[in-house]
Structures are given as structure tokens and as C-alpha cells.
């Protein structure tokens, strides 16, 4: 399994306003997961993504895979309050760090 | 069908105890995870076992212990507890040991160390 590493660390948006983490590795990914852990709760799987340039959309959420699979993105169009959590990516064992979103209504 | 189930939900114990937590996948999954997650920090891989196999170690000391049982079900010990150990540990499970489906976790044990 390869270390990804995410940024943003913390991410404030008014509701309404779009959202996007990144997810970004050194070396290939063979995938890229995507999970959603709410405010005391537990790590939800959202997506894998595994094909080179590969784009998935869930409702107002778009996943994407770079060509290179290196990197992946997650967007998140005119959020809600319920989008409030933390948002990581992971690859085969190992997750990001998170991205922690708080929307304010 | 019942989701992952970890047992206990909260536990509080000593330094220097020992602790074992459980885990029992959703029926049908193979293979079972551990985690361990401090707050505010991304999930740390402990295991992995599948089909009874340890298929993945993570960066933990020895005093961390793992098996997987024939039903499939998973206990994790750990021995001489640190202060540091406290946090959420997460058992996941999947179908297979390489998660294409994605891993589904357990609620978690919530471990405080005094």
C-alpha cells in the first residue's frame, strides 16, 4: 500500500459554497478509496476509483483520478450542512490525514 | 443482516493491563481490519487478516496481537498498555483482503488508558 497525503487540513465553507480535497500520492496508485467519517461517528466508504483519468459523480459529489494516478480529487458542489465531516482518502490499507469540513448554514 | 460489530463499545483501563477487543464481520466478508484512530487523526492500519491469514501489518509495536477465528471473526490484544494507546479502535471488513468493495467498519471500541 502506498502514504497518500491530503490537503486541505481544515476546510470552512458557508453553505451553498463548493468544497474540494485533494489526495495526492509519490508513487502510483493501483486505486484510490474515498470515505466519510461524521462528527463522532465512523469511516463511511464512499467511491473507489481505479481507472487512469477515471471521473464518478454521486449527486453533488465528484470523484476524480488523475491520469498519472498519483492524485484524486474530491468536489463537493454547494454544500449542505449535512456534508459536515471529514473526508479521507485511502489506498489499499493506509489512509490520508482527513479533511475536515464544517459548513456553516 | 447485521453490519460490523465490535465489542465492547467503551473501555477503561490501566496501564500496564491487557485488553482484547472483538469483531465480528457482516456475513460473507473474508477478511477483517484493524484500526487504530487517535482524534483528529486519519485511521492507523494495525492488521489484516484474511481467511485466518495475516495479510498486513502496520507500524505498531509487539505488544499489539491479532488473530482471526474460522467463523472469520477477529480479536485484537494489547499487551502492557501505554497511556497512548487510548483511542478508537476500528475493526473493518471486506469481502476479499483487497478491498475492491470498499472496507465497512464497526463502530468502533473507545479505549481510555489511566
Known amino acids: 500500500g502506498q502514504q497518500v497525503m491530503q490537503i486541505p487540513q481544515y476546510q470552512h465553507v458557508q453553505e451553498g459554497e463548493d468544497f474540494t480535497t485533494y489526495c495526492n500520492s509519490s508513487?502510483?496508485?493501483?486505486?484510490i478509496q474515498w470515505y466519510k467519517q461524521r462528527p463522532g461517528g465512523h469511516p463511511v466508504f464512499l467511491i473507489q476509483l481505479v481507472k487512469s483519468g477515471e471521473v464518478k459523480k454521486q449527486k453533488r459529489l465528484t470523484f476524480q483520478f488523475g491520469e498519472a494516478k498519483k492524485n484524486s480529487s474530491l468536489h463537493i458542489t454547494a454544500t449542505q450542512t449535512t456534508d459536515v465531516g471529514t473526508y479521507f482518502c485511502a489506498n489499499k490499507f493506509y489512509f490520508g490525514s482527513g479533511t475536515k469540513l464544517n459548513v456553516k448554514p | 443482516d447485521a453490519g460490523v460489530t465490535q465489542s465492547p463499545t467503551h473501555l477503561i483501563k490501566t496501564r500496564g493491563q491487557q485488553v482484547t477487543l472483538r469483531c465480528s464481520p457482516i456475513?460473507?466478508?473474508?477478511?477483517v481490519s484493524w484500526y487504530q484512530q487517535v482524534l483528529g487523526q486519519g485511521p492507523q492500519f494495525i492488521f489484516q487478516y484474511y481467511e485466518k491469514e495475516e495479510r498486513g501489518r502496520g507500524n505498531f509495536p509487539d505488544r499489539f496481537s491479532a488473530r482471526q477465528f474460522p467463523n472469520y471473526s477477529s480479536e485484537l490484544n494489547v499487551n502492557a498498555l501505554l497511556l497512548g494507546d487510548s483511542a478508537l479502535y476500528l475493526c473493518?471488513?471486506?469481502?476479499?483482503?483487497?478491498?475492491?468493495?470498499?472496507?465497512?467498519f464497526g463502530s468502533g471500541t473507545r479505549l481510555t488508558v489511566v
Open positions: 456475513s460473507g466478508h473474508k477478511s
Open positions: 508513487t502510483t496508485l493501483s486505486n
Open positions: 473493518a471488513s471486506s469481502l476479499e483482503g483487497d478491498s475492491g468493495y470498499g472496507y465497512t
